[in-house]
């Protein structure tokens, strides 16, 4: 197992200070050629000199922590390019790239999304076979370095479980894990019913040193949320905010948070304790500076 740059990371989050992190790796692909077609974690191996430059972006731009090109790297999502044998290599490739720019004191986290497909019961996939497929990841992110993995917009806890369960018995790296909220007429559940409440304590009971979430809302709803997750969590938390809801307007896809119309909402969840912070989509190296600045302030 791999030591990584694990104690480090914590001990930076043991300083209390927010952590500044990255922002959407998708729209920044999508603005440097990326076509809705292509395979995003592909580009690790086409396009090296677009990736290693996306971690550039965001370090100059002011974060600490950035997150790999890898988020559908699993061999399911994969397989529907047609790529379910190059989890390892597009995994690796993004790992070096991403350590490339990384200095003293700048952290690279594996990215890591959900399968795609539900666990049984819920869904088609045994249990074993989701862990062989997060094992298979997360092995490669190891290899590359990384100094931690984030599973990031989960929205089944039986599968986050499983995720973080792998990374505790396959790695010595930070474990993070995010969940998806929405707000219903109740408050915030994710997509099967559970509260922020209920998910946190899964996550930390599975191991997790850091819990939270990220996508599904803007900076407001973001607060909100965050709020609530410290209400019931004593923990190491991260909350990435998209820039709003999007919308379709000439046919392409547009979020409507500025960089400054996210700054206030950026401070208020160092306010609030939140200890890792960065954007998700639609949000892209101005909003990180703009976090950067108000995190300053």
Known sequence: MSQGNAGTLLERLATGAPLISDGATWTYLQQHGLKSWQCPEEFNVTHADVVSGMARAYFDAGAEMVLTNTFAGNRYSLNKYDSGDRVRDFNLQAAKLAKSQASSGQYVVGSVGPLGEFPQPLGRIGQAEMREAYIEQVNALVEGGVDGVLFETLRVIEEAVIAIKVARNHSDLVVMASMVFDRGPDGFVTIM?????????????????????????????????????????????????????????????????????????????????????????????????????????
Not at 229 to 251: D, F
Not at 267 to 280: R, S
């Open 193 to 297: 019913g559970a509260s922020p409440e209920e998910a946190m304590a899964a996550l930390t009971e599975a191991g997790a040193d850091v819990v939270g979430a990220n996508c599904g809302n803007g900076i407001d709803d973001m607060v909100e949320l965050a709020k609530e997750i410290k209400r019931v969590t004593s923990g190491y938390t991260l909350i990435n905010s998209n820039a709003g809801i999007p919308s379709i307007m000439n046919a392409e896809i547009v979020y409507p948070e500025s960089p400054e119309s996210m700054a206030t909402g950026f401070a208020e969840l160092a306010k609030n304790g939140i200890n890792i912070i960065g954007g998700c989509c639609g949000t892209g190296p101005e909003h990180i500076h703009a976090l950067a600045n108000a995190i300053k302030r």
